[in-house]
C-alpha cells in the first residue's frame, strides 16, 4: 500500500470508524485524542439532572457515562452512523443501557431518529468536517431541540489541522471559527458564541455554543 492510499484509509476510519480497526484502534485513540475537548464540551453544556442529552457521532464513547452521570434523573441518548462504535457502545456500556440511563442507536444527520423538540442540550465533537450538507444537518440538529435549549459543535480549527494533520485530511471539510459561527446563525441559533479551549494546544480547540 502506497503512503497516500494509508492516508486515505486513515482518514476514512477518522469520519467513520469501521471493522476490527475501527472497534479495538479508533474507539481507543478517539477517546485519547479528543479527551481535553470533551470535558470542556462537557462542561459547557451545563447537563442539569433532568435533562435529556444528545451527543451526535459519540465516537469511542468517552462523554456518555460522564453526561449519564450529570443528567442523573433524565437520559443520555447516542447517536452514530459507525455500526461499529454503536457495537463497541452497547458492549462497553451494557449496565447503563439496561438500567435505562443512556439509549444508543444508528442514525446520521441528514434525519435524526428523534421526534421534534425532544432534547436539552445536543453536542457533536469532531464531526463537523464530514457533514455532507452543513446548514441543512444543523437545522436538523435544531428540530430535535427543545425551544431554548443548547447546542455545542467542537471542532478544530483550519490552521490547526492542516499544520498537525496535513497529509491525513482526505474527505475532510475544515473550517476557521468565524464560518462555524456564521453556519449555527444560518441554521437558526441564536446567542451564538465561539470559545477557544484554554489548554488544548497546539491543536486550537474551539467550540460554537448556541441556544435553539
Known amino acids: 500500500m502506497t503512503v497516500t492510499g494509508l492516508a486515505q484509509q486513515l482518514a476514512a476510519q ?5 471493522g476490527w480497526f475501527g472497534r479495538l484502534v479508533m474507539s481507543r485513540f478517539l477517546n485519547k485524542a479528543n479527551r481535553r475537548i470533551n470535558d470542556l464540551t462537557i462542561k459547557r453544556l451545563e447537563i442539569q439532572p433532568t435533562d435529556q442529552v444528545l ?9 456518555l457515562p460522564i453526561m449519564a452521570a450529570l ?14 462504535m454503536v457495537q463497541v457502545a452497547e458492549k462497553r456500556f451494557a449496565d447503563l443501557i439496561q438500567q435505562g440511563r443512556i439509549e444508543i442507536r444508528v442514525g446520521d444527520l441528514s434525519s435524526l431518529p428523534y421526534a421534534d ?3 436539552d442540550k445536543v453536542c457533536t465533537v469532531n464531526t463537523l468536517y464530514f457533514w455532507p450538507s452543513p446548514l441543512e444537518n444543523l437545522r436538523e440538529i435544531r428540530r430535535v431541540i ?9 471542532f478544530r480549527s483550519r490552521e490547526s489541522l492542516q499544520r498537525a494533520a496535513k497529509k491525513l485530511l482526505y474527505g475532510f471539510t475544515l473550517y476557521d471559527p468565524d464560518a462555524a459561527l456564521n453556519l449555527l446563525e444560518r441554521a437558526g441559533f441564536t446567542h451564538v458564541q465561539i470559545e477557544k479551549h484554554p489548554h488544548d494546544k497546539p491543536m486550537d480547540s474551539n467550540l460554537a455554543v448556541g441556544t435553539a
Do not use: C, M
Not at 451527543?55 to 462523554?63: K, M, N, R, V
Not at 427543545?146 to 467542537?154: I, T, Y
Open 71 to 84: 443528567a442523573s434523573i433524565g437520559k443520555v441518548h447516542g447517536v452514530d452512523f459507525s455500526e461499529s
Open 117 to 119: 423538540g425532544t432534547f
Open 55 to 63: 451527543d451526535i457521532g459519540f465516537g469511542g464513547g468517552y462523554t
Open 146 to 154: 427543545k425551544p431554548g435549549g443548547r447546542l455545542v459543535v467542537a
Open 14 to 18: 477518522a469520519r467513520k470508524p469501521s
